[in-house]
Structure formats: structure tokens, C-alpha cells
């Protein structure tokens, strides 16, 4: 079953249970594809899914950044039930551990050395990472490495 089939499933199971907050949760999520579809006219797969639930989890905990800056705990409170549903549909984060390897992996396999392969390393972890770890601190992590 892929992504968008189980999103489906879920969203069918949350109206038969009424259960309004995870309903809205996938609605948004499915309306974040249809928007990708439409504007590029292509069937989103599993990965493209995945980065859009990426995206939409990263801008999450932006607003509950903010939210909670402005003292406003109940809508900090309603970004955080939409994060842990739309966390269910990613697979599961990778160890820190898993992470080094990785890029320890693209390091080697790309001969790369100082600041100036940055870029050809974080092209080549991304399509492993999206999803399963945050690209920020892989950048932080990319740029340590390059510069030790």
C-alpha cells in the first residue's frame, strides 16, 4: 500500500470516528499533494509525499515556535496534534549514528574534501535523508566534517 492509499484510508477511518482535529490534520496533508499535482502536473510518489509531509511537519514547528513566544499555548497545542499526525505517515528517523555513516559513505564514495563539496555531498545524502532526519543539522553535520 503506498502513502497516498494509507492517507486515504486514514482520512475515511477519522470520518467514520469523528474525529475532527486528525481529520483536519489529513485533509491539509492531502490538499499540500493535490497543490503539488496540480502545480506540476505529475502523480506525487511515495518520496514526494514524504518530503511534502517534511515540509509541512518543519513549518509545524516553526508556528509552535512563535506560538509559544506569544504565550499562546492552545494554538501551540493544535500545531503539535497536527505534527503528531502527520508524523505517522514518515518513516522513521534516522540515529545520529546512522546519519554519520551515511555521510561519512557520500564522503568517500565522492572523494570529497574542504567547503567547496558541500554541495556535492548534501546532493548526493539527501535523497536518503529526506524525511528521516533534519537536512539542517545534516548540513551541520556535512560542513564539520568537510572542515576538520
Same mark, same amino acid.
Given at each position: 500500500?503506498? @502513502?497516498?492509499?494509507? @492517507?486515504? +484510508?486514514?482520512?475515511?477511518? +477519522?470520518?467514520?470516528?469523528?474525529? !475532527?482535529?486528525? &481529520? $483536519?490534520? %489529513?485533509?491539509?496533508?492531502?490538499? =499540500?499533494?493535490?497543490?503539488?499535482?496540480?502545480?506540476?502536473?505529475?502523480?506525487?510518489?511515495?518520496?514526494?509525499?514524504?518530503? *511534502?509531509?517534511?515540509?509541512?511537519?518543519?513549518?509545524?514547528?516553526?508556528? %509552535?515556535? /512563535?506560538?509559544?513566544?506569544?504565550?499562546?499555548?492552545? &494554538?501551540?497545542?493544535?500545531?503539535?496534534?497536527? %505534527?503528531?499526525?502527520?508524523?505517522?505517515?514518515?518513516?522513521?528517523? &534516522?540515529?545520529?549514528?546512522? @546519519? /554519520? #555513516? %551515511?555521510?561519512?559513505?557520500? *564522503? #568517500?564514495? &565522492?572523494? !570529497?574534501? $574542504?567547503? !567547496? =563539496?558541500?554541495?556535492?555531498?548534501?546532493? !548526493?545524502?539527501?535523497?536518503?535523508?529526506? $524525511?528521516? #532526519?533534519?537536512?539542517?543539522?545534516?548540513? +551541520?553535520?556535512?560542513? /564539520?566534517?568537510?572542515? +576538520?
Amino acid at each position: 500500500m503506498t @502513502i497516498k492509499e494509507q @492517507i486515504m +484510508a486514514d482520512m475515511k477511518a +477519522a470520518m467514520k470516528a469523528h474525529d !475532527a482535529s486528525r &481529520l $483536519g490534520a %489529513i485533509r491539509l496533508l492531502m490538499a =499540500a499533494i493535490k497543490q503539488k499535482e496540480v502545480d506540476e502536473r505529475i502523480q506525487c510518489g511515495d518520496a514526494e509525499i514524504i518530503s *511534502i509531509i517534511a515540509k509541512l511537519v518543519k513549518q509545524r514547528h516553526d508556528s %509552535i515556535e /512563535q506560538y509559544t513566544a506569544a504565550n499562546r499555548q492552545d &494554538l501551540a497545542d493544535k500545531e503539535q496534534a497536527e %505534527i503528531d499526525v502527520l508524523s505517522t505517515y514518515l518513516p522513521k528517523p &534516522l540515529t545520529e549514528e546512522e @546519519i /554519520q #555513516a %551515511i555521510i561519512d559513505e557520500a *564522503i #568517500a564514495t &565522492l572523494g !570529497a574534501s $574542504g567547503m !567547496a =563539496a558541500m554541495g556535492k555531498v548534501m546532493g !548526493a545524502v539527501k535523497p536518503k535523508l529526506t $524525511g528521516r #532526519a533534519d537536512m539542517g543539522k545534516v548540513s +551541520a553535520l556535512i560542513k /564539520q566534517k568537510l572542515t +576538520a
